[in-house]
T-cell receptor, first 114, second 120 residues
Framework: DSGVTQTPKHLITATGQRVTLRCSPR?????VYWYQQSLDQGLQFLIQ???????AKGNILERFSAQQFPDLHSELNLSSLELGDSALYFC?????????????FGPGTRLLVL | AQTVTQSQPEMSVQEAETVTLSCTYD???????LFWYKQPPSRQMILVIR??????QNATENRFSVNFQKAAKSFSLKISDSQLGDAAMYFC?????????????????FGKGTKLSVKP
């Protein structure tokens, strides 16, 4: 158990819908990262927050957004969902935002868009 | 942009034997970090081992060790005394040590993974 929690574990929804994925980092970790794992794209970095502020952005679609709250939990919002958004979404956390800090991954949320 | 290549989609090893998973990467940077993550059937991403590029000594964690060849941009993982619980997908990952706020540098770049099977 990495100490990072993600809810829900599974999510099934329809095209065009909007969903929210939630992540609680390890105690004491200020950085939260979101990754998407799909069969065709592999593991891709989406976005990073550090202590409530957006710190880095990767291959995140405009239909997707995220935020980190004062209690440091983070939410990833996916809207106007398409079939291709079906994937495993991971949250990871680290103590700081420097590269040397190890990222610890949560169990992931499996999203299926029908 | 940095890339990570794992040329072995699948590997197989006999229990108690040793196996080496390959990883190469492409970067123009001199300071970075390399990681191996394990993803068992549960899908949890578990850190196996990490290597700082500025360190010449190869990292070791119990039965897991790496062969880091900076000039060749190679970072292989050796698993000794393989166990059934080692069966999983293994991902090699790169992370730049530089700060580039607003961009994607500094975050993990993963290879496509190697599926390791362990035969009893």
């Amino acid at each position: 158990d990495s100490g990072v929690t993600q809810t829900p574990k599974h999510l099934i929804t329809a095209t065009g819908q909007r969903v929210t994925l939630r992540c609680s980092p390890r105690s004491g970790d200020l950085s939260v990262y979101w990754y998407q794992q799909s069969l065709d794209q592999g593991l891709q970095f989406l976005i990073q927050y550090y202590n409530g502020e957006e710190r880095a952005k990767g291959n995140i679609l405009e239909r997707f957004s995220a935020q980190q709250f004062p209690d440091l939990h983070s939410e990833l919002n996916l809207s106007s969902l398409e079939l291709g958004d079906s994937a495993l979404y991971f949250c990871a956390s680290s103590v700081g935002d420097t590269a040397g800090k190890t990222q610890y991954f949560g169990p992931g949320t499996r999203l299926l868009v029908l | 942009a940095q890339t990570v290549t794992q040329s072995q989609p699948e590997m197989s090893v006999q229990e108690a034997e040793t196996v080496t998973l390959s990883c190469t990467y492409d970067t123009s940077e001199s300071d970075y970090y390399l990681f191996w993550y394990k993803q068992p059937p549960s899908r949890q991403m578990i850190l196996v081992i990490r290597q700082e590029a500025y360190k010449q000594q190869n990292a070791t964690e119990n039965r897991f060790s790496v062969n880091f060849q900076k000039a060749a941009k190679s970072f292989s993982l050796k698993i000794s005394d393989s166990q059934l619980g080692d069966a999983a997908m293994y991902f090699c990952a790169y992370r730049s040590a530089g700060r580039n706020y607003g961009g994607s540098q500094g975050n993990l770049i993963f290879g496509k993974g190697t599926k390791l099977s362990v035969k009893p």
